[in-house]
């Protein structure tokens, strides 16, 4: 509640006083998109290249869940020509900000371009209490799925060329090579899973990969779920994995990006296996960024390495 009224505040500051008071809410000369992970950032450089200009809102290795934007945030989605957002459980803050300035923002809701899955408890996840009494929680990583991400390219191709008709056939050119990318990595994903000796994926961490696991039919147990908070595991967690892995014959324990993998060594080095990186892709570092790390190359490392730890 206090971050809301924060947001608010800021908002209710920024529509009395005049844009440029705020320099570094200055967007660039030209086509202005924005984007507050790194998925459909990534995307947008796929489809459009150089001809638009590509803002990702997220500070590099930030964490969704805890962010809050800043006056120069809430200014440059204002002035936008694009604000492409999740939608999730962790966007609650965009609604408020939508619904406060004193403009339509073009927005696209990543949302709305597939199917949403509810966010499951399975088998020994350790839950959080303040959780429990809510009926539905949908899990909010649909680009874990390959083929849900050709949904939301081409949704966010039809956007630009919307913005931008001038290069339209550009974007319909590149979105459509991008596409094929996006089913060569789904059928390779597919290869994967169909020869895998075991269809069991054993998380000592968040488990932010409901899409990816349900599309290619694996099964998974993890310490938590994708959205929680939680760090610390319960003694029945911690043993129901042990047990899990030592019955299941599992190789390999996973981890995801800017983990401090405690839990996923604590189970690795009980059981004797072990453990690798799976990249939910939902944030990337500074680092990555400047190497030129894009959702394709994510992918591929996480299809290498399920083919080592699978096969």
């Known amino acids: 509640m206090k971050k809301f009224l924060l947001i608010l505040l800021v908002?209710?500051?920024?529509?009395a006083v005049p844009g440029c008071a705020y320099n570094t809410g200055i967007l660039q000369e030209g086509i202005n998109v924005i984007a507050t992970i790194f998925p459909p950032y990534d995307f947008v450089r796929e489809i459009a290249g150089d001809k638009i200009n590509i803002t990702l809102l997220m500070p590099p290795g930030s964490e969704i869940h805890s962010y809050e934007p800043t006056p120069q945030d809430i200014i440059k989605i204002k002035n936008c020509d694009l604000f492409i957002y999740n939608g999730g459980p962790s966007d609650n803050w965009v609604d408020i900000i939508l619904k406060s300035v004193d403009k339509d923002i073009n927005t696209l809701k990543m949302i709305d371009s597939v199917t949403m899955l509810e966010e499951e408890i399975v088998e020994g996840m350790q839950t959080e209490e303040e959780h429990d009494d809510i009926d539905i929680e949908y899990d909010e990583h649909i680009w874990t799925s390959p083929v849900n991400s050709k949904k939301i390219v081409s949704a966010i191709s039809d956007a630009l060329i919307k913005i931008d008709p001038g290069n339209g056939d550009l974007y319909t050119e590149n979105v459509a090579a991008y596409i094929k990318e996006l089913e060569k990595l789904d059928s390779e994903?597919?290869?994967?899973?169909?020869?895998?000796?075991?269809?069991?994926l054993i998380f000592g961490d968040r488990f932010p990969f409901r899409y990816f696991t349900d599309e290619y039919n694996f099964k998974y147990y993890a310490a938590f779920p994708g959205c929680s908070e939680a760090t610390e595991p319960s003694a029945l967690t911690l043993t129901f994995l042990i047990d899990k892995i030592?019955?299941?014959r599992i190789t390999t324990v996973f981890y995801i990006e800017f983990s401090n993998r405690l839990i996923a060594d604590s189970l690795a080095e009980a059981t004797g296996v072990k453990t690798a990186l799976l990249h939910s892709c939902h944030t990337v570092s500074q680092e990555d960024i400047t190497n030129g790390v894009s959702y394709l190359s994510l992918m591929n490392r996480n299809l290498e390495t399920l083919k080592e730890a699978l096969g």
């Open 11 to 15: 908002v209710y500051i920024i529509s």
């Open 189 to 200: 994903f597919k290869t994967v899973a169909d020869n895998a000796l075991s269809n069991t």
């Open 246 to 248: 030592k019955s299941e």
